[in-house]
């Protein structure tokens, strides 16, 4: 994420997250699932706005539709930031979204981690990556991730990561159905393998910057029970072959699908085709650095 201060405000740009590999190992005592999957922060950001205010949280949203409640994960994240650094200063957080939400792209959680990093900030409490990603944990399981971009492993629910160099620069196209998924019903219905992909070839793959072949290995274990419970996963799965790219996948627990281009102008190219489908906004973005 990128912090700016901008007179008495804080700016907190907090970018969208793709998995390029999620393979699922088992399902927990505690209803999560044993996770192994590799993702990487990309160039699509909604923006925090935080500031000082003389008493209260106030927050708001540029999206009418997504209601800033308690089970807003901003919400949840300014109320533990509190309670932890006990801090009871007023404040106002604005909420510009443009990562579409229930699409795998971990919209929510990147603004969690960004509440705690600007609020971090804010309030002079020089929390280490290591405890924001700590607290990150309590708030969802793709939160502490965004404390060790751009790219990582992330194993058990997904907040025990390991950092990946990324050999190239990545162009992606993300398109994304108006209509999202949730996650908890995609992990509902998945039975685990019996024999679990293996992560290491597209690590590989990533850190030596072997395009093709990252663009082959690209794989979700979520996309078998996502197809069956959307008619636009199910489209996209079914066309996706065809687009001109390296390769493609669905990201997270869907509904988003992305692929991998090997130039901007491919990318570009691609989204000139895809933009004129029904029901879809499309994205071309990068990987971070
Ligand atoms: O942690 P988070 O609240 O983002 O997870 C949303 C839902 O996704 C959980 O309630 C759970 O059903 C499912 N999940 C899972 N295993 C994981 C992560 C999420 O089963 N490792």
């Known amino acids: 994420m990128i912090v700016r201060r ?39 950001y909604d923006t925090l706005t935080i500031k ?3 008493e209260g949280t106030v927050l708001s949203c540029s999206d009418p539709n997504l209601a800033m409640g308690t089970d807003n994960l901003v919400t949840r994240a300014v109320e533990l930031a509190r309670r932890e650094g006990g801090c009871d200063q007023g ?6 979204k443009r990562i579409p939400a229930a699409a795998g792209l971990a ?24 405890r924001m990603a700590e607290l990150g944990a309590q ?14 492993i992330a194993k058990g629910r997904g907040e025990r990561l390991t950092p990946v160099l990324l050999g190239t620069r990545l162009h992606l196209v993300l398109v994304c159905p108006d209509e999202g ?42 996309e078998e029970v ?27 627990s869907g509904s988003a699908y992305l692929a991998l281009c090997s130039s901007y102008e491919q990318a570009e190219t691609l989204r000139q085709q895809l933009v004129s489908k029904k029901s879809v906004s499309v994205f071309v973005v990068k990987s971070s650095h």
């Not at 603004?111 to 804010?122: E, P, R, V």
């Not at 998924?181 to 690590?203: G, H, M, Q, W, Y």
């Not at 996502?226 to 990201?251: I, T, Y």
Request: aromatic fraction near 6%; hydrophobic fraction near 45%; charged fraction near 20%.
């Open 6 to 44: 901008e007179n008495d405000r804080l700016l907190v740009d907090a970018p969208a997250k793709v998995n390029l590999h999620l393979e699922v190992l088992g399902k927990r005592p505690d209803g999560y699932h044993e996770l192994e999957t590799l993702m990487v922060t990309v160039s699509l």
């Open 91 to 96: 404040l106002s957080v604005e909420l510009t």
């Open 52 to 54: 000082p205010v003389p």
């Open 226 to 252: 996502a197809v069956r419970h959307s008619p636009a996963v199910r489209e996209l799965a079914q066309e996706a072959p065809n687009w001109d790219c390296a390769g493609s996948v669905m990201s997270g």
């Open 107 to 130: 919209g929510g959680s990147s603004d969690a981690a960004a509440t705690l990093a600007g609020l971090s900030l804010l309030w002079d409490l020089n929390w280490s990556r290591d």
């Open 139 to 152: 708030l969802g399981s793709d939160v502490p991730f965004f404390f060790h971009a751009p790219a990582a």
């Open 181 to 222: 998924l949730s996650t908890a019903r995609i992990f509902a219905d998945l039975n685990p393998p019996t024999e679990p992909k293996s992560i290491r070839p597209i690590v590989e793959a990533l850190e030596d910057g072997q395009l093709s072949r990252l663009g082959a290995l690209l794989f979700n274990r979520l």
